[in-house]
């Protein structure tokens, strides 16, 4: 398994529309097919990840909210936003996973999904958080596009493993 999308900032990009694709907050019923998508992208125990979506969907939408991509009854990507303290992290809201369908990258889904969690976090905070591995690159480009800047570099955050072993902070004032 790749654990990033290969870094193609030239290709040349099938924009097949996705109009049909509705952007909307998670519900109860939709979860099975989250921890699905998230298995398929990060292996494991299937029963891990919906124990875990399971965990942080009950949090919502106090201290976190879940949205989807959906294409009729076809899960095609979620994210999460969420409230977290983290040692040696400043405090506050954070864009914290998301995962596009492989076959449905490269279509302005993963922008979508970061807008309206940054439209979420606009209510509630003057900052909004991301981290991820420096090595990858198709989403810092995603992430750069709606404004996000490096603020620091080698953070650890416990619970998670940067593949590469580099991670890094961002941030964008809301
Ligand atoms: C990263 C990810 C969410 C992007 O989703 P997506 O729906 O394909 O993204 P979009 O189509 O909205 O792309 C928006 C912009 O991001 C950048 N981008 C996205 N994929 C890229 C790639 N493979 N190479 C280079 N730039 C890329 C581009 O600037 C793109 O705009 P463009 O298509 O006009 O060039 C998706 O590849 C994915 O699910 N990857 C695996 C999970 C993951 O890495 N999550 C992030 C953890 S921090």
């Given at each position: 398994m790749e654990p990033f999308e290969p870094y193609e900032p030239e290709a040349a990009v099938?924009?097949?529309?996705?109009?049909?694709a509705v952007i909307e907050p998670g519900s109860d019923d939709w979860l099975t097919r989250v921890a699905r998508l998230s298995w398929e992208r990060n292996g494991g125990e299937f029963q891990d990840h919906l124990e875990s979506v399971r965990r942080k969907f009950?949090?919502?939408?106090?201290q976190g909210q879940l949205f989807l991509a959906k294409v009729g009854e076809q899960l095609v990507g979620f994210a999460w936003a969420a409230e977290l303290e983290l040692g040696g992290l400043p405090r506050g809201w954070y864009l914290s996973g998301i995962v596009v369908a492989p076959g449905s990258r490269r279509r302005g889904i993963g922008l979508a999904l970061t807008r309206i969690r940054l439209e979420f976090i606009r209510e509630r905070a003057h900052m909004s958080y991301y981290f991820a591995s420096a090595q990858n690159l198709a989403s810092i480009d995603l992430h750069t596009r709606v404004g996000f800047r490096e603020i620091r570099r080698h953070i650890r955050v416990e619970g998670c493993h940067f593949t590469g072993g580099v991670g890094i902070l961002f941030a964008r004032e809301s």
């Open positions: 099938d924009r097949a529309p996705i109009g049909h009950a949090e919502c939408p106090d």
